[in-house]
Every structure is written in structure tokens, then in C-alpha cells.
């Protein structure tokens, strides 16, 4: 995969997303999201890759938007521009393989809201959140209205997103925004190690653990547990069930294929 705003390696089953516009803080465009959403559709497909770390580098996760281009913009034109960022926050929050954010410096506005469809955040202790819409007379228009109050509660994040105060890493964790913080010259080998983790579990577990978690919250509780329930009983017409109840019993560990 040749990109020019991302660069995306796969080591040992790992593949790490990189945002590569340094000279303007990994500042999101329509281009970005465009190779996001590209790089997200072909990994998703790539059974050798097992999981999926999108990271900034150890400055800057993503700053924003480019606001200078959006300044001019329409309501129309913004409607139309928005798409790109909308498709790709889809394509890696419904990835069937887990997708990890490390983030360290900024991530603010849509760069926020892209560690919101990952599914685990590890933040550096230099990493910096925020949703500054609110003082541009404007809103989190990536989703940041929706997924944040499912993470943090909807009092916690009125608060930030009325107030588009910055947080750093110490209050993100506090808040349940990100699931750790560690020295940023540990954040990609601690997001690799967590991969690494997850890409050993049984891949069509995982899968249908991720489905029932992000479709439970759309659903009441009955409905999800109905869903929860099939997605359970599906799993035993699988190789990995019968590899790792195997496993277990045999004291060993479970040789998983991903069927």
C-alpha cells in the first residue's frame, strides 16, 4: 500500500497505520481520510493481519482539521466534504480485527474522534485531548456528539465538548476516555505488545465479541442479549472452540486458525 498522508507496515500479523503530515501536526484532510478508508477496506480483507495499530508517531497523533480550508466552506460544501471522514471512521470501527490507537501529543477535533473508533486507546504521557468546535462556533461534526457519551457518559462529555477545554493523558484515563497511559518512548511497544495479545485470542471469538459489544449498544438489553446468546452458540460450530477447550483440558495452549 503507496500512500502519500499514511504509511502502513504489517510486522509478525501487526499492521501499524502511521498518519504521516508532520509539517502541518497530522492535520486531517479529505486525502487522509480517502487513504484511511482505502488502507482500512485492505486490511480488513487481509487474513495475515490479525490486528491494527493507528497511531500519529511520538509528537502528534492528529491536531484536527484543516480549519483555513474549512473556514471558506459552505453548508453544503461541508456536507459533501465530510463524507470521506465519515466513511472511514465506519470502515475501522466496524473492522472485524481489533483496531488499537496510540496516541501521543495532540488529539483534537477529528483527531479525537478518531481514536473514538478504535477500540482500545493507549495513550503517552505527553498525549492531549480535546473537542475545540465549540469555540470555532461550530460542533464535533465526526461523530464526536455520539460515540463520546457512550464512552465517558453523556455529563463528562457535555462538559468537554460545551466547554472545548484540553485534557491531558492523567485526566483522559481518569475520565475512561483511554485504557492506559505509559512514557511515550514506551507507547509503540506497549500498543504492539496489547496487538500482539489480541492477535493470539481466536480470531472468530474476537470477531463476534466485537460485533455483540458494538451492536449491544445500539440495542436494549434483551435484544442484546438475544444477540449475545446466537453469536455464543454460533461459536461452537467453530475449529478454534474445539482448539481451545482442547487446549484447556490438555494444559496447553490453544493452536487457534481463525475458523
Not at 63 to 87: E, H, L, N, Y
Not at 189 to 212: H, P
Not at 225 to 235: I, V
Amino acid at each position: 500500500m503507496d500512500y502519500e498522508t499514511v504509511i502502513v507496515e504489517i510486522e509478525d500479523g501487526i499492521a501499524i497505520v502511521t498518519l504521516n503530515r508532520p509539517e502541518v501536526l497530522n492535520a486531517l484532510s479529505g486525502q487522509v481520510f480517502n487513504e484511511l478508508a482505502d488502507a482500512a477496506s485492505i486490511l480488513a480483507d487481509d487474513d495475515s493481519v490479525r490486528a491494527v495499530i493507528i497511531t500519529g508517531g511520538e509528537k502528534v497523533f492528529a491536531a484536527g482539521a484543516d480549519i483555513k480550508m474549512m473556514a471558506s466552506q459552505s453548508a453544503v460544501d461541508v456536507a459533501t466534504s465530510i463524507r470521506p471522514s465519515k466513511i472511514a471512521f465506519h470502515l475501522i470501527e466496524t473492522m472485524k480485527k481489533p483496531v488499537i490507537a496510540a496516541i501521543a501529543g495532540y488529539a483534537l477535533g477529528g483527531g479525537c474522534e478518531l481514536t473514538l473508533v478504535t477500540d482500545v486507546r493507549i495513550a503517552a504521557d505527553t498525549a492531549q485531548f480535546g473537542l475545540p468546535e465549540i469555540k470555532l462556533g461550530i460542533l464535533p461534526g465526526g461523530g464526536g456528539t455520539q460515540r463520546l457519551p457512550k464512552l465517558i457518559g453523556a455529563g463528562k462529555a457535555k462538559e468537554l465538548i460545551f466547554s472545548g477545554d484540553i485534557i491531558d493523558a492523567e485526566e483522559a484515563l481518569r475520565i475512561g476516555l483511554v485504557n492506559k497511559v505509559v512514557p511515550v518512548s514506551d507507547l509503540m511497544a506497549e500498543a504492539k505488545k496489547m496487538a500482539k495479545k489480541f492477535a493470539s485470542r481466536g480470531a472468530v471469538a474476537l470477531q463476534l465479541a466485537k460485533s455483540c459489544i458494538n451492536e449491544g449498544l445500539q440495542m436494549d438489553l434483551e435484544i442484546g442479549l438475544q444477540y449475545e446468546h446466537k453469536c455464543f452458540s454460533l461459536l461452537f460450530a467453530t475449529e478454534d472452540q474445539k482448539e481451545g477447550m482442547a487446549a484447556f483440558i490438555e494444559k496447553r495452549k490453544p493452536k487457534f486458525k481463525g475458523k
